[in-house]
C-alpha cells in the first residue's frame, strides 16, 4: 500500500495579495502535473514569497528587470548564497514562463540575470583508510548498534542518500541480500538499482535476525528507532557522529560524508564517472564531475611530492 502525500504547506504570502491566485494556481501545477514533493514544493512557495515581499507593491505584471536586480542585491547582501540566488532565480523564472503560456505575460524580467557566482565547495570525503576503521566498530552483538552498523554499511556500500535510507521498508522487495542489490527512489522521484557490498550484506542480515527486538508489530520500517518506529534523520545524524568520534575519526562524520566517500573512492578505482553517476542517482554527470576534482587533488598531491620540476628545494 503507498504512502498518502504529505499535504503543501500553507504559501508564505498574504491571501488578499493581488498577485495570491497566480501564484497558487501555479503552485497547484508543480504539485498536481509536476508532481513534486511536499519539500520542494514549500521551497518553491519560499521562493515565490520572497519575490512578492522584494517587489512591494509592483505587480508580478509589472517588474522590470531592475526590480529583479535589486531584489538580487538586497538577498545577496543579507548574505544568501549564489547557489541559493540561482535557485530562486530558476523558480522566479518557472512562474514568468507559466504566466507567459496561461495568463498572457508579455515578458520575464528575470531574463539575462545571473546570481553571484559563489567559491565552489568541494565535498569532503573519508580516506579508504578511515571509512574502514569508521566501520570496524565492535557492535557486541547488541540490537541498536547492530542497526546502527548495517545502516552506516548500507550508506557507504551503495552511496545511498540519508532520505533514501530512512524511506527503505522491509516487505517491499526493494532490499535483495541474496542478488546483493537495493532499490532506492531519489531526488525527482528517480528510481534507481544499486550493488550492495559483501560487508554491508553481512551487517544488514545481522541487523535483520535482532530487528525484531527493536521494531512495533506490523512496523515496515527497515531502519527503526528507539520506540520501534521508523527511524529519524536527526537520530542517524547523531549515532553516526558518535561513531565517528568513538573510532577516532577526526573529520566531522555525517551521512552525505559517508556518501561523498563512496563516490570519491570508487571513482579512483573504476576511473567510470558514467557509472558512478547512475548509482549516485545524478541527473547530469556535470555533478558527479565533483568528485574528479577530488580526486585530481589526490594526484597534484602525489605530483608535487614526486615529480623532480615540482618537489621543493629541502
Not at 518557472?94 to 496561461?102: D, E, I, N, P, V
Not at 528507539?226 to 566531522?252: F, H, N, T
Not at 554527470?285 to 594526484?299: C, E, G, N, P, W
Request: glycine share 8%; proline share 5%.
Amino acid at each position: 500500500m503507498s504512502r498518502s502525500r504529505q499535504a503543501a504547506p500553507e504559501p508564505p504570502w498574504p491571501a488578499a495579495h493581488p498577485d495570491a491566485a497566480a501564484l497558487r494556481d501555479y503552485l497547484a501545477v508543480l504539485e498536481h502535473q509536476r508532481r513534486l514533493s511536499p519539500h520542494t514544493l514549500s521551497n518553491y512557495a519560499r521562493d515565490l514569497g520572497a519575490l512578492l515581499a522584494l517587489l512591494g507593491e509592483v505587480r508580478l505584471a509589472a517588474a522590470q528587470g531592475h526590480h529583479v536586480r535589486r531584489a538580487v542585491a538586497q538577498l545577496s547582501a543579507r548574505g544568501l548564497s549564489g547557489r541559493s540566488l540561482a535557485r530562486m532565480l530558476s523558480a522566479w523564472r518557472g512562474l514568468y514562463r507559466w504566466l507567459a503560456r496561461q495568463r498572457g505575460g508579455a515578458h520575464d524580467p528575470c531574463a539575462g540575470i545571473r546570481a553571484p557566482k559563489t567559491p565552489r565547495i568541494l565535498p569532503k570525503a573519508l580516506s579508504p583508510e578511515a571509512a574502514q576503521r569508521l566501520l570496524e566498530a565492535d557492535t557486541g552483538g547488541e540490537a541498536p548498534l547492530q542497526r546502527d552498523h548495517a545502516m552506516f554499511e548500507l550508506l557507504y556500500s551503495s552511496g545511498l542518500r540519508l532520505a533514501e535510507l530512512i524511506a527503505l521498508d522491509l516487505d517491499d522487495g526493494r532490499l535483495d541480500l541474496q542478488a546483493g542489490e537495493v532499490t532506492v527512489t531519489g531526488k525527482g522521484r528517480k528510481t534507481r538499482s544499486v550493488p550492495i557490498g559483501s560487508k554491508a550484506r553481512t551487517a544488514l542480515a545481522a541487523w535483520l535476525r535482532v530487528r525484531g527486538t527493536l521494531a512495533r508489530p506490523q512496523e515496515r520500517a527497515l531502519f527503526v528507532g528507539a520506540r520501534g518506529g521508523r527511524i529519524a534523520p536527526g537520530v542517524v545524524q547523531r549515532r553516526l557522529r558518535l561513531w565517528g568520534l568513538r573510532q577516532g575519526i577526526d573529520a566531522r562524520v555525517h551521512p552525505h560524508v559517508l556518501r561523498h566517500s563512496f563516490a570519491t573512492h570508487l571513482l579512483q578505482s573504476s576511473q567510470d564517472l558514467r557509472a558512478v553517476q547512475e548509482m549516485l542517482g545524478h541527473a547530469s554527470i556535470s555533478t558527479t564531475q565533483i568528485y574528479t576534482h577530488l580526486d585530481f587533488q589526490a594526484l597534484a598531491k602525489v605530483y608535487d611530492a614526486a615529480h623532480p620540476r615540482a618537489r621543493k628545494k629541502q
